[in-house]
């Protein structure tokens, strides 16, 4: 069942990459994960293995998990790290990024049985919460260090990442895009970029004088 919901799953994927966004779905991604995840850990240690419905319900929520990843974190990682390296070293860079997934996939399979199992580390349903304490992790770095490269060219990404941070990326982004922006084009990227710091300081003074009107 889970390898049909992997399979499955995967396909929305693909429209929304481009529909959603990068980041967007990261985001989303990683907080319908570790929901999943915290839920299976608090009602896996609080039924017992004769609960039939309870057991039912993990199922689930394994499948629900599963349903979260295939959609976003699984294939759109790999749409990330090929389009937020600086081309001198993508090819490097890239091949980094592999390896370490599949050595972490190695280490995590190698060491699961160790955690889980009676005799070891004897966590049982518990290792979810270590898991969905991985997924807070995935949420907290890419809000703060993925940007939005939606519709970007490669170019158009390194413009990004010089001019602006992954928080603020998405108004950038918007920009970039509106403009058609180059990155030969010195002049227009000076320009979006004051433009996109005015509009954020021009919010910032909004929210404070309304916060003031409030408060009078």
């Known amino acids: 069942m889970t390898n049909v919901v992997n399979v499955v799953m995967t396909i929305p994927a693909f429209w929304a990459v481009d529909h959603i966004g990068r980041r967007r779905l990261l985001l989303i991604g990683a907080a319908g994960m570790l929901l999943c995840e915290y839920l299976i850990a608090i009602i896996g240690v609080t039924i017992s293995v004769e609960n039939q419905a309870g057991?039912?319900?993990?199922?689930?929520?394994?499948?629900?998990?599963?349903?979260?990843?295939a959609a976003t974190w699984g294939?759109?990682?790999w749409v990330v790290t090929s389009e937020i390296f600086?081309?001198?070293?993508?090819?490097?860079?890239?091949?980094?990024?592999?390896a370490s997934n599949w050595l972490w996939n190695f280490g995590i399979g190698y060491a699961t049985p160790y955690?889980?199992?009676?005799?070891?580390g004897n966590l049982g349903p518990k290792v979810f919460f270590v898991w969905g304490s991985t997924c807070v992790g995935c949420l907290v770095f890419t809000y703060f260090c993925i940007p939005e490269t939606k519709g970007l060219s490669l170019e158009q990404v390194d413009v990004l990442y010089q001019n602006t941070t992954p928080v603020r990326s998405?108004?950038?982004r918007n920009q970039l895009i509106a403009h058609n922006v180059r990155a030969a084009?010195?002049?227009?990227?000076?320009?979006?970029?004051?433009?996109?710091?005015?509009?954020e300081k021009g919010e910032k003074g909004e929210k404070a004088e309304e916060s003031v009107h409030e408060q009078i």
């Open 86 to 98: 600086p081309l001198a070293v993508r090819a490097k860079a890239m091949s980094m990024s592999t």
């Open 75 to 77: 294939p759109i990682a």
């Open 55 to 69: 057991q039912k319900v993990l199922v689930a929520f394994v499948c629900i998990y599963i349903a979260f990843f």
């Open 115 to 120: 955690i889980v199992n009676p005799g070891y």
């Open 170 to 172: 998405v108004a950038y």
């Open 185 to 199: 084009d010195e002049d227009a990227i000076a320009r979006i970029t004051t433009e996109v710091r005015t509009g």
